[in-house]
């Protein structure tokens, strides 16, 4: 993940992009996903919660930290 984390950190992304979040059973995040129609997306019955590129990062950088923990 730390080379998304890189990623995410040095490219400008349009404002009203959305990011999903999976987690492992420990709770480590497995996968990551971009969301190109988040409104849309909102209307599913079965929506994770979207995150925007700073909560993304956040989200990230924690995860990282608690794996060189």
Known sequence: MSSYLTHLKRIKHHYSCRWI??????????????IHNPV???????ARPLHTIKGLIK????????SNS
């Open 21 to 34: 979040v999976k987690y492992d059973k420990n709770k480590r995040v497995r996968e990551v996903k971009l």
């Open 40 to 46: 849309e997306y909102r209307t599913f019955s079965n």
């Open 59 to 66: 989200i990230l950088e924690n995860d990282r930290s608690i």
